[in-house]
C-alpha cells in the first residue's frame, strides 16, 4: 500500500497570495488578476485528486496551473501587456502603495520572459530548481537569466529603457503542463 | 526608489518580494472558503456512507443478523407436522429410492422373472 497523497490546498491562505502574487506580476493587479487567481483554483479543486507530492510542491503544481491559465486567456481576450492599468489602492495612496504600483509598473515594462522569471521567483516565490523544471531550464541557467531581468528592471526603475532582446513566441518556454 | 548602491540588485529582490501584489481579503477568503467547502464536501460525503453503513448493520442485528437468517434457513427450530411436497402428494410416501416403487408392470420381481 502507497502512502497517501498529501492534499495540495490544505493551506489555501499562503498558496492564494502566491499566485495571485504570480498573476499580478504576469499580467498587473486588479480584476482580471483576481478572476485568474479564482480560476486557477477552480481548476485545481477540480484536478486535486491528480496531484503527486513527488513531483513538486503545491505551490509548484498550481503555479503551473496559473501559467495554463494565463497562457489560454492570453490567446482569448487579454491585451499585450506593457500598459499597466493604474490601480489606486483603497483609500489614499501611502508611501508603500506607490512604491508597489512603481514596482510592478517597472515589472510590466520588461519583455514576457523577464516577467515570467520574476513572477515565478519573487510573485510565486519558487526555487530557481522548481523554475527551472517549469521553464525546462537548468538552475544555473535560471539564475543567470533572473539576474539579467533584475538588471533591466533596475534600468526600468532609474527611468533607463533597455530594450529586452526579442524572443520568439516559438521560443518561449512551453506553458503545457498537462493541468 | 533609490537603487543606485553596490548591492542594488538585492534591494530590488527584497522590494520584489516585500511588495509583491497582495490579494484582497475578500477575495482571499471567497477563495479560501470555496477550497475549504470542496474538502468538506468530501468528507460529507465520506460521513454519509459511514452513517448508512451503520444503520444498515444496526437493522440487520435488530432482525438477528445474516448468521440467524441462515441457520433459521437450514435448521427450523419449528418444523412443520404437516410437511406437504408435490412428489408426496403424487406418489405417497417414500420418495425415489422407495423400495415398492415398481416402473416395470410385473408385480414383483424384475423385468428378467427374478423375485
Known sequence: MGRPTPDPLAHPERLTQSVYAYVAYRIGAGPDAEDATSEVFARALRYRSTFDAAKGTPAAWLTGIARRVLAERATEKFAPVGEMPDTAAPGELEHDSVNRVTMQSAVATLGERDRELVALRYGADLTAAQIGDLLDLSPNAVEVALHRALRRLRAALEGDVVPEPRVQRSAMPSTADGV | MDFSNHDELGQIEAALRSERPRLGGDVESAICGRVGGGRSG?????????????????????????????????????????????FKDQYGKGGKGHKKHNNHGNKGGNRYGNR
Open chain 2, 42 to 86: 468530501g468528507r460529507r460525503r465520506a460521513s454519509m456512507a459511514v452513517v448508512l453503513s451503520v444503520g444498515t448493520l444496526v437493522a440487520m442485528s435488530a432482525f438477528g443478523g445474516v448468521g440467524y437468517a441462515n441457520f433459521g434457513f437450514q435448521f427450523n427450530p419449528f418444523p412443520s407436522h404437516s410437511s406437504h411436497s408435490p
